[in-house]
């Protein structure tokens, strides 16, 4: 079977995107998910997801690790779908869809930047060293001095496969603050098993992490990554961060064919 896929990159976090609104593709074939994501071998990418038919909201979100499972909720991905759903001419300028972590509203401008509403957190656990939170995938998050000689493959994996987290394991994110609402983030993605170049859930929860903790007190913060720049606004009342907007680019590289 011939399968069309599109690839999409959200600051260099990137996907292979499929229309899977005819219920075609074998989503329980998880060699074949972690094939396709293969950048050797295969198409390339961070992760697969499939925009399904949803009877409620204009579509539904499927992600997938590049390991070939179906994982949490990505922040980038759901970006990069919005932007697809536009391409595709199932949305306009906003839409509401579902994803494993619930509703999701979002809106995208003609210049393709989205701004993609999150789950409300409200538990965020402070520790000496580090925060854990979950913004609809879990993650660690810790303070780190010279980012740029931070070893995140091999202390990412310490922490993600530590006894901390057990055996579903967490995202790991070393931060270093720039400004007053500026961060420095570098992520290592459980499912990739290595840093990735940005992280949109991973972004999303230093910012929050960082508000908590007293390291800045806006509600709008810049979060450099190694793929570009995003932005995370929220409204904070009593602990419970809402209105969790997650904003940046989300492009189109290119369309092809692949034989599966």
Known sequence: ??????????????????????????????????????????????????????????????????????????????????????????????????????????????????????????????????????????????LVSMIKNCNVKGDGARIRYSDLYGEAGSNVNFVEQINQNTFSVRTYERGVEDETLSCGTGATAVAIAMNKIGKTHSENIVIFVLGGTLIVSFEKNNDIYSNVLLEGPAKFVFEGKIAI
């Open 1 to 142: 079977m011939e399968v069309t896929f599109y690839k999409y990159e959200g600051t260099g976090n990137d996907f292979v995107i499929i229309d899977n609104r005819k219920a075609f593709f074998p989503a329980d074939n998880k060699q074949l998910i972690e094939q396709l994501c293969d950048r050797r071998f295969g198409i390339g990418a961070d992760g697969l997801i499939l925009l399904e038919n949803d009877s409620e909201t204009d579509f539904k979100m499927v992600y997938f690790n590049s390991d070939g499972n179906q994982s949490t909720m990505c922040g980038n991905g759901g970006r990069c779908i919005v932007a697809f759903a536009k391409k595709m001419n199932i949305i306009q300028n906003k839409t509401k869809f579902v994803a494993i972590d619930g509703l999701h509203h979002a809106t995208i401008s003609e210049q393709g930047r989205v701004a993609l509403q999150m789950k409300d957190v409200n538990d965020v656990q402070v520790s000496p060293q580090y925060v854990f939170l979950n913004t609809g995938s879990p993650h660690h998050v810790e």
